[in-house]
């Protein structure tokens, strides 16, 4: 740690007329905002107390900050968007996505340029996003891949083991495909398909001491279904010593319900007013032990703009959640929280991928299927212009670059996890009531759900409260 930085928490404390033991900086300058945390002490510590000491801390806190929280961010976006919604910019945006996923699917298939194909014969491997995917007369399937050099058909024989494949493939997805080129070299015949993937030999990262986060995601605060006495439930039992290993909390967006968010959304509301509603979530928040971090990102029902990457909070909204121990984000985000990569992604393109993909193993009763099709493709939202808002950014940052040990979501209200090539991979539920517009829907939320993550062995243990 930065001397310097040290300095200026002494320095801080000084200003207050207080003096601390160097755990007690070391502690302070730890958390994601030092200042606050010194105010949030000062106004806490008993009168006669002046030299701060760990014992004073856990007081305060009602536990005991066992160690320094250890949480870094790879990906955060917020104030680095360039996109000012320009024809090149969604040229940028592409042409980055077809880069960096090539790359990862060149490792293992050697591409040749598109435009190549056609002074070539006999076997090829091409690498391209598919720019258009449709059914032939004779119910094969004809696809459109277009890489920088140029555009090529593919075919897949209905006949051909790799047929079920092309029930997963979306626009605009990049893809690999190994096949003959016909006599005249006008097509590829396809014999088999790559997706960029996770390698199956994956290692996730684990954390090297027994402790515990708890992922959570879509808490509705403002919304007349928000169903705070199971949020009362989930925040007293972190008091209990069964609860005593966890030192984070995750949150994969929709903090609060906010508002104009579909039509008729008026009569949902048990608050009107956005920041009324994050100041009501500020409260639910009071009740979490101080030594807890909280790492958040936003969702599609929060107050930041809808297009993906969603940038983290403004600072209005910041300002609201006082809580020293809250750690924004964009999202999606990577957050190593103890040397656990963790991808949080809120989950809008879960809506598209359920729709589009042919797969019966894909539902909302199963979210965490259409999130391992995110994770082959590689791409948080792969197919573009339909329900999930992209904004055109020089960088594509809903690529997955740095495999997670675990994906994290939430967004469609429904309770799932399960494990692909090593990664974890879990969908929050929600803690939202059925609304009126779900029950018209038949849908039913699965509401009250803590999946606890032991950061070690990445075991996970579901805690529902009812
Ligand atoms: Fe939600």
Redesign the pocket.
């Known amino acids: 740690m930065p001397s310097n930085e040290l300095s200026k928490v002494i320095q801080e404390l000084v200003k207050y007329g207080y003096n601390a033991e160097p755990e007690v900086v070391q502690f302070i300058n730890n958390t994601p905002d030092p200042n606050s945390t010194i105010k949030f002490l000062i106004s806490n510590i008993p009168e006669e107390i002046f030299t701060l000491n760990m014992s004073h801390i856990s007081n305060i806190y009602g536990r005991s900050p066992s160690t320094s929280p250890s949480i870094s961010i790879l990906n955060d976006m917020t104030g680095n968007s360039t996109g000012s919604g320009t024809y090149n910019d969604f040229v940028s945006i592409f042409q980055d996505r077809l880069s960096q996923l090539t790359s990862i699917l060149s490792n293992r298939i050697n591409p040749y340029p598109l435009n190549s194909l056609k002074n070539t014969s006999g076997e090829v491997r091409v690498v391209g996003m598919v720019s258009n995917i449709q059914k032939t007369n004779s119910n094969h399937i004809l696809i459109e891949l277009e890489d920088i050099s140029g555009t090529f058909s593919i075919l897949v024989h209905n006949n051909s083991e790799i047929f079920n494949l092309t029930d997963e493939i979306l626009l605009d997805e990049v893809i690999g495909v190994k096949g003959k080129l016909s006599s005249d070299s006008e097509i590829l015949f396809a014999e088999m398909i790559y997706f960029p993937d996770i390698p199956l030999n994956f290692r996730p990262p684990h954390a090297t001491r027994p402790v515990q986060a708890a992922l959570l ?2 808490i ?1 605060v403002g919304s007349k279904h928000f169903n705070s006495e199971l949020w009362s439930d989930f925040t007293s039992w972190l008091k209990t010593p069964e609860a005593e290993p966890i030192e984070y909390i995750l949150i994969a ?2 903090l609060v319900e906010g508002v104009g968010v579909y039509p008729g959304q008026d009569i949902d509301l048990e608050i009107i007013n956005i920041y009324e509603q994050y100041d009501a979530f500020n409260e639910c928040l009071k009740d979490i032990s101080g030594d807890i971090s909280m790492i958040m990102i936003p ?3 929060d107050a930041v703009r809808l297009a993906e990457p969603q940038p983290g909070f403004d600072l209005e909204i910041k300002n609201i959640l006082s809580s020293s121990n809250i750690h924004f984000t964009s999202n999606p985000s990577t957050v190593i929280v103890e040397g656990v990569p963790i991808l949080m992604y809120h989950g809008v393109s879960l809506d598209e991928i359920i729709a589009e993909t042919h797969s019966t193993q894909v539902s909302y009763d199963a979210p965490h299927n259409a999130m391992i099709q995110l994770l082959k493709k590689r791409h948080l939202a792969p197919q573009f212009g339909s329900r999930t808002r992209i904004s055109p950014e020089q960088k594509d940052y809903l690529v997955i670059d740095k495999i997670p040990s675990v994906f994290h979501s ?2 469609v ?1 429904k309770f799932g996890y399960g494990k692909y090539h090593n990664v974890l991979v879990i969908n929050s539920g ?1 803690w ?1 009531s059925q609304t009126d517009f779900q029950k018209r829907a038949n849908i039913t939320p699965d509401v009250g759900y803590a999946p606890i993550l032991d950061l070690d062995t990445l075991n996970l243990t579901i805690r529902k409260f009812s």
């Open positions: 995601s879509d509705h967006g929709d969702g599609n029902h939430g967004h209200h929600c939202q």
